[in-house]
Structure formats: C-alpha cells, structure tokens
C-alpha cells in the first residue's frame, strides 16, 4: 500500500470550519485524480468533493455546495479540503482517495487507494 494519510479532522462547533488534508507520495498523486468521501455511522459512503490532478477542475457534491474548496499542491503533493458552515450533519469520517479520472466526480470504484480517515465531529 503507497501512503496516503488524510490529517485536520477534530471537534467543531456548528458554523466553524476545519481544513483538511490528504499527503501522498509522488506515485500515489500521479493518480489523475483525488477525492474526499465520508461515512457516518450507519449511513452509506457518500462523494464529498474531488478534484483533477492535473488541471485542479474540482468538483463537488450537492449536500456541501457552497461550503467547499478543494485544493492541490503539486510541490507537496497534498490535497486540501477547506471545510466551512459545518453543521451537525457533517460529522464523520472522511477519508481521501486517489484513483482514475472517474473519481475526481464521485466514482468511488475509481479508487486505487484509500487513506484511513480522520474524524470529523461538529456539535450544535
């Protein structure tokens, strides 16, 4: 497995924000395209944003609209997902992927590699 590690999850109050991270080595971000997805418990895995690695076209999906920016930097390889207005709803576990074009949109099949996740907690 190639290092893939999300990091800046945490405990937030409903309306702040938090920025996420996901590092990789050189071969995992030659990927042409990263996403972040979330899990709560007891709910399904669900598309959150991505973006193109090459072009950084990004993507994101309807239930956070507004409240997004992802990010790359190529230097560091690292993806950023800047995270505002969070609500209760939010609160879960997101992990970043990196994978075919296909997941920069939503695909999670598209995934070649998962990080482990990093917590997101947002009280009301």
């Known amino acids: 497995q190639v290092p893939l590690v999300e990091s800046g999850g945490g405990l937030v109050q409903a309306g702040g924000s938090l920025r996420l991270s996901c590092a990789a080595s050189e071969r995992t971000f030659s990927s042409p395209a990263v996403g972040w997805f979330r899990q709560a418990p007891g709910k399904e895995r669900e598309f959150v944003a991505g973006?193109?690695?090459?072009?950084?076209?990004?993507y994101y999906a309807d239930s956070m609209k507004g409240r997004l920016t992802i990010s790359r930097d190529g230097a560091k390889n690292t993806v950023y997902l800047q995270m505002n207005s969070l609500k209760p709803e939010d609160t879960a576990v997101y992990y970043c992927?990196?994978?075919?074009?296909?997941?920069?949109?939503?695909?999670?099949?598209?995934?070649?590699?998962w990080g482990q996740g990093t917590q997101v907690t947002v009280s009301s």
């Open positions: 973006i193109l690695w090459g072009s950084g076209y990004p």
């Open positions: 992927a990196a994978g075919y074009a296909g997941l920069g949109s939503g695909n999670p099949k598209s995934a070649n590699y």
